[in-house]
């Protein structure tokens, strides 16, 4: 067998120069999050379909979608890689096992070969990226941090992409609520490349659970030519936004969503539409009318209704549907969810029968105003949250919409309770300190629901 090395000493089959150059172009472009690094690399294959490395990278990256309309083009990645074993060394050939076993619906089975991949090949950089967003997905928060730190001591800067491996750390340590280190970390890498969007937005994370809101917005908005004009800006805007939002800045947000999360695109980014349902629902919780805004949201989640490939897309489009009254799709997103958890065996069952049906049923609830009902099916669901996959920051909604529900049903003790736990890890959130108020005002307990107040007034001031 021929073979060469990539620029970090990895092993590849091909020993093609030109090649190797370019993939590790097209790579750096997915690491940076800009351009179209799955149609540059269809391209290369259209030129050299047997580059068996350049199959493993586009079928990697087509994972990370979770979306049904890319699942033709993954199969046919794996199957092209899979005729091309007998050249494939035995590190392509763990990546082939990978993307083999996501697509017959074992997205763990897939990490563990990934990660197998790296015991023997620690500066695998692409096994590493996917080992580590494939964690953000599942919600398998130890391993963000931990793929990372098994095999840290195998780089530094005079190896080529050690920046990104610095904010996956700090995306990973962020997650692991060590803070400190996490910001240290995302910093280093942000040092190696101020333009790193994955490094900027772990750095964003440590501050919105920080309770940084001042600081953070100065971060992003400082950097947004840094971070605007790449494939992670939707998700850095919706960063943004959270924190004008805590500050009770709505028109801020208001503008942040319509410059920035309304794509007029109607086939839709679904990383945009997640973004842009997080917001809304947050909004609505807040009981600021939105407008027409869930309306054209809802025409866009549409076809998803019946796609049950992720339970976390399915809570976001349910979100949609229900705030926009179209109980129909909510209806048949239910529907199809119970009849896919009867019949799949893929991993994302788990994750729809614990976390995803639930939800969307608590969703429900709240808005025909059984407030009552949502309460009593999100306490037991809130420290589980994390097999819905996605951050701490993104799955607060959860948390959000009990706390909202317990009070908007008259349970105010335990709304002062939640309420109290959110001051507890968030104290310098002036909507936290209303939540803690509207509870002591429904026990009558004024005198405390005044200082709630003002808390939250003299953070708002400051
Ligand atoms: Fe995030």
Not at 194 to 202: L, T
């Amino acid at each position: 067998m021929t073979g060469s090395t990539d620029c970090r000493g990895v092993p590849l089959s091909t020993d093609d120069p030109v090649l190797i150059a370019e993939l590790e172009r097209i790579h750096e472009d997915s690491l940076a999050m800009r351009g179209d690094p799955v149609a540059d690399v269809a391209r290369l294959l259209r030129r050299q379909p047997d580059f068996v490395f350049a199959l493993c990278f586009k079928a990697g990256m087509l994972t990370q979608s979770m979306e049904t309309r890319v699942y033709p083009d993954l199969v046919a990645a794996v199957e092209a890689a899979e005729a091309l074993w007998a050249r494939a060394n035995d590190r392509e050939r763990g990546h082939i096992r990978a993307v083999r076993a996501w697509v017959e619906g074992d997205f763990h089975g897939a990490v563990q070969h990934w990660d197998g991949v790296l015991v023997e090949n620690p500066r695998d950089l692409l096994a590493l990226q996917l080992v580590h967003l494939t964690g953000v997905l599942l919600g398998d928060i130890t391993n963000q941090r931990d793929c990372v730190a098994r095999v840290f001591p195998a780089w530094d800067e005079s190896v080529p992409g050690y920046g990104y491996v610095l904010g996956y750390y700090a995306f990973g340590l962020e997650e692991m609520r060590d803070f400190s280190r996490a910001e240290e970390c995302g910093r280093r890498a942000l040092a190696l490349n101020h333009k790193d969007a994955y490094a900027i937005h772990a750095v964003a994370h440590v501050m919105e659970m920080q309770g940084r809101q001042g600081a953070g917005i100065h971060f992003l908005r400082e950097r947004a030519p840094d971070w605007a004009p790449g494939n992670f800006s939707n998700h850095l805007w919706w960063h943004l936004s959270l924190f004008h939002l805590d500050l009770d800045q709505v028109d801020a947000v208001l503008r942040i969503y319509d410059d920035q999360l309304r794509a007029a695109d109607p086939s839709g980014d679904r990383y945009q539409e997640l973004d842009a349902a997080a917001l809304l629902w947050r909004l609505t919780l807040l009981g600021v009318d939105v407008g027409s805004r869930w309306t054209a949201l809802a025409d866009k989640w549409a076809h998803a209704a019946t796609d049950t490939l992720y339970a976390f897309n399915d809570v976001h489009a349910m979100m949609t549907f229900v705030a926009d009254g179209r109980m129909d799709l909510a209806h048949t997103l239910l529907t199809a969810n119970e009849r896919y958890v009867e019949h799949a065996g893929d991993a994302n069952v788990a994750m729809s029968r614990i976390i995803g049906i639930p939800f969307c049923k608590a969703l429900c609830a709240f808005a025909r105003g059984d407030y009552a009902s949502t309460v009593a099916t999100l306490m037991p669901l809130r420290y589980r949250t994390h097999r819905l996959g996605g951050s701490h920051a993104q799955r607060d909604i959860l948390n959000w919409t009990l706390v909202e529900a317990a009070l908007r049903a008259g349970q105010y003790p335990l709304g002062l309770a939640l309420a109290n736990e959110r001051l507890g890890q968030k104290p310098t959130s002036p909507q936290n300190w209303r939540l803690r108020a509207r509870a002591l005002d429904g026990m009558g307990r004024q005198t405390e629901c005044s200082q709630a107040l003002a808390k939250a007034q003299s953070l708002l001031a400051a």
